[in-house]
């Protein structure tokens, strides 16, 4: 069965304070791994990362994928109070006739108090 | 561009009931997904519409879920009769039909409780 674990699962830093988030991954058929934030209602997507070795940026978050290793990092530098969610990784995969899934984490709560 | 929508937000309804929830994806995605999170586990996977035809349902429960796309637009996922292990919050999410790796979009989410 296709597994995604993250961690930590809670996380509370200060303002300012650079936080790095995991994700490790055991799946069949892989196609994509995903990061979204989760703040009251839709999860948003952040990055999606197909290649090793290959850093995604977006303002102060990044992420990189180790297809050998099997996981994934994002990185959040100068954290703000808005930055607080709920960071979900999931694994997009191929599960035959035409059809692709996600499988999740459980998700790393960070919490990023003034 | 309008992002997932999904209605109700909400629902509470007491065992044995009927419940519909409804997902429109985003205008001119062709792939459709239902996920579920219950209380303290992950998000899963339910099922996968590419238009109106069903591609995967591997993850649906039981029978007493049905999922609908007459039309190839909006979707429906009935739960008849619901149970209390229904309870959650249940996800949409639409993607454009690629080769590609095609980013999937969440909806909102229905929160559902049954009593």
């Known amino acids: 069965e296709d597994k995604v674990v993250q961690s930590p699962l809670s996380l509370v830093v200060h303002e300012g304070d650079t936080v790095t988030l995991n994700c490790s991954y055991e799946v069949t058929n892989f196609r994509s791994l995903l990061w979204y934030k989760q703040e009251k209602k839709a999860p948003t997507f952040l990055f999606m990362l197909?290649?090793?070795?290959i850093e995604k940026k977006s303002g102060r978050l990044s992420s990189i994928l180790d297809k050998k290793e099997l996981f994934s990092i994002l990185n959040i530098t100068a954290t703000q109070t808005g930055d607080s969610a709920v960071y979900l990784c999931?694994?997009?995969?191929?599960?035959?006739?035409?059809?692709?899934?996600?499988?999740f984490g459980k998700g790393t709560k960070l919490s990023v108090i003034p | 561009e309008a992002g997932v929508t999904q209605f109700p937000s909400h629902s509470v309804i007491e065992k044995g009931q009927t419940v519909t929830l409804r997902c429109d994806p985003i205008?001119?995605?062709?792939?459709l997904y239902w996920y579920r999170r219950v209380m303290g586990k992950e998000i899963k996977f339910l099922l996968h519409f590419v238009k109106e035809s069903k591609q995967d349902e591997s993850g649906m429960p039981n029978n007493r879920f049905l999922a609908e796309r007459t039309g190839g637009t909006y979707s429906t996922l009935k739960v008849q009769p619901a149970e209390l292990e229904d309870s959650g919050v249940y996800f949409c999410?639409?993607?454009?039909?690629?080769?590609?790796?095609?980013?999937?979009?969440f909806g909102p989410g229905t929160r559902l409780l049954v009593l």
């Open positions: 197909t290649s090793s070795g």
């Open positions: 999410a639409s993607s454009q039909v690629s080769l590609f790796p095609g980013t999937q979009y």
């Open positions: 205008s001119g995605h062709d792939n």
């Open positions: 999931a694994v997009e995969t191929y599960s035959g006739a035409g059809s692709y899934q996600l499988t």
